[in-house]
């Protein structure tokens, strides 16, 4: 076994379903200029979904670093060096950034959400994007034994950041890294509308779990948890920013591609509140339990 100046025995973990970019991923996992120990592809055949494959992948890794990225992403060749290093500088129990989207509407999409520009301690809920992390498995251990998994399968969507949300709670520590990996992802109409219902979903478990935990987020500002949402106005304000806008047509390339994003946030409406409405009753949070810290 190469044994690497940073001390560390690191495995990549991807996901997929053997989409046509996979193999320039592994290409550009390979090229690393620190090199992954491991390189572990998780099949997904059934397609059970990406929370199934990372676990199943978690399950095959070794070394005391796991990373993750995605079959339709290409990270840049210094992209496990900086993740390991704002790691061991930190002291972090894991680090991440996000995507470079290729797609134009996706990139538009992207530049709204405003991330940071320079590397720190994760406090608003910035780090969790799989494509583009890496946690201590000591801490993937953990989640294991206090909640019989790491990624929660239920999560179709958004698996990625309740589990950054749930690590934090318990005193995580995760550094934020503005290293971008790229993303090949490319969207149609129809496909973009799909992918927001099933985020609507995700959210709509989110907001459960929020409702089952109470106290502080400490996940950042939501139209519907965090400090933004904590008054009376919080329906009248997402209704206002997702029923009636976005009104920001000027974010986007061009009008076609702002109608597109303006529906898509009708269709993740629906997705949020069938899941809601599905799962109110039966919904259990793994996280209750979350009270003290690591």
Known sequence: MTTHADGHVVSVVIPTVNRATLERTLEAVKAQTRPPDAV??????????????????????????????DDDCVPPPDWLERLIDAVDRHG?????????????LLADKQRRRGFPASEGIDTTGWVGETGNIVYRRALLEE??????????ERFYQSEDGELAW??????????FVPNLVVHLRTTTAWSFLVHQFHRGRGIGLL???HRRVGGPSQAGNSLLWGAAGRSWLKWPRAFLRKGLGPFDAGSFHSIPAFLLFWIGTKAEAVGFFREVLRSRRTFEYAGDDVGTAR
């Open 40 to 69: 572990v592809v998780a099949e997904d055949t059934d397609r059970r979904g990406p929370s199934w494959a990372r676990n199943e992948g978690i399950r095959r890794s070794r070394g005391d670093l796991v990373a993750f990225t």
């Open 92 to 104: 972090a129990d894991g680090a991440g950034g996000m995507l470079l989207e290729t797609d134009p």
């Open 143 to 152: 989640a294991v034994a206090r909640d019989g998994f790491v990624f929660d």
């Open 166 to 175: 749930r690590v934090r709670r318990r005193g995580a520590l995760l550094v």
């Open 207 to 209: 907001y459960l779990a």
